[in-house]
């Protein structure tokens, strides 16, 4: 079992799980999930790494701010976090909700990140989404963008909220008990949504700073993966703007890579993290 640690960084306290030795790797989870979301990959991965995996800031048992969900902020709570931990290098991995936070600390702080994941997610309003935003976003980025809206409807309805997010980014087969569980303790009660919530009311905010890390070429080694539903979107994205960057799609694989299909992950992980 990793050891959770409460660290203190960029104005807010992470809990943050950590397991084994070895080069550091950092992993940024998404909605609706908690540092949780990568025990399988963990389990894996700390054999030979350092594996680091925070709740953000405003999820898990992290603390609850009232500002900071925007990519730049996120990011900076992930650089102050690896300083914090003596760590100077690090794989840095992202998904959903993690990945716009992990491309921006690979884009400005390409000293502490040595290689970077990011998988089912956009970057923004970067060219490339078009096929998958043609039949316009997710319903749910509308929902949850309006300021007061999602928290008051779904209190007390969390559980059944969560359980249809795990549902359809498993592609139906669903998670362990324990897993739901913990996502469904983690995202109940008016706060924990609020704050939740409060990521996708900074995406306008996040897309700008995305747009102006893409004015100077990425330098940092990238794999890009994509599943159901954003499929290779995330590749078409990065593609312009990423110097060395490899793409790949998991087949039969839902939204929730690492718990739907950890050991596809771990395949492409492991030999990407050790070059």
Known sequence: MPELRRVRVNGVELNVAIAGSGPAVLLLHGFPHTWQVWTDVMADLSARHQVIAPDLRGFGASSRPATGY???TLADDAAALLTALGVSSAAVAGIDAGTPPAFLL???RPDLVRRLVVMESLLGRLPGAEDFLAGGPPWWFGFHAVPGLAETVLEGNEAAYVDWFLDAGTLGDGVTPAIRDAFVRAYTGREALACAFSYYRA?????????????????????AIGAKPVGAALERQLRPYAGDLTGHVIEDCGHIIPLHRPRALLALLRPFIAE
């Open 203 to 223: 995406l306008p905010q996040s897309a700008a700073q995305i747009e102006q890390a893409v004015t100077a070429r990425l330098t940092v080694p990238t794999l």
């Open 70 to 72: 925007d990519a730049a």
């Open 106 to 108: 690979a884009a400005r």
